[in-house]
């Protein structure tokens, strides 16, 4: 694994949200994104080199949603950027770790994603992502 990639946090009303973290960070958000098949509305701050995600719930059976309704508003999740995530998942399933997604899918950002149960990592939902690679003609 490499570096956390961002931290995933929960919220009931984005747009209070915004507000709050843009005065908190000095910055507004930069991006706002829904994953339909998610039921979740996204959107991202720039913290120095740290990336921050906000997270609603669309509708009621939304994994926010029921997060929220168990635990609050509050971090939901931590991501690592990995640069190979089927062989990483690979590796962990052979750990004994619950990979909610044994295929990744499409997440937020241009990442092919997948989570870890928290039952097998002290309660805390992991995120692996990957970069989806972009053509980019002006790199040797
Ligand atoms: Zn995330």
Redesign the pocket.
């Known amino acids: 694994m490499e570096k956390i990639e ?1 931290i ?1 946090i929960a919220v009931k009303d984005l747009e209070k949200s915004n507000a709050l973290f843009a005065s908190l960070f000095g910055t507004p958000h930069y991006k706002t994104e829904e994953i339909a098949a998610e039921g979740v509305k996204a959107s991202f701050f720039k913290a120095g080199p740290n990336k921050i ?1 906000l997270l609603e719930a669309t509708n009621p059976e939304s994994p926010i949603a029921k997060f929220i309704a168990k635990k609050g508003e509050g971090i939901h ?1 931590i ?1 690592f950027a990995v640069s190979d995530i089927v062989a990483e998942i690979e590796r962990l399933q052979k750990e004994g770790f619950v990979v909610l997604n044994p295929t990744p899918k499409k ?2 950002d241009n990442k092919l ?1 997948t989570f870890l149960h928290p039952k097998a990592t002290n309660g805390i939902l992991i ?1 692996l ?1 990957q970069e989806i690679a972009t053509l980019k003609h002006d790199q040797s």
């Open positions: 961002h995933g995600e999740h991501a997440g937020a994603v995120e992502c």
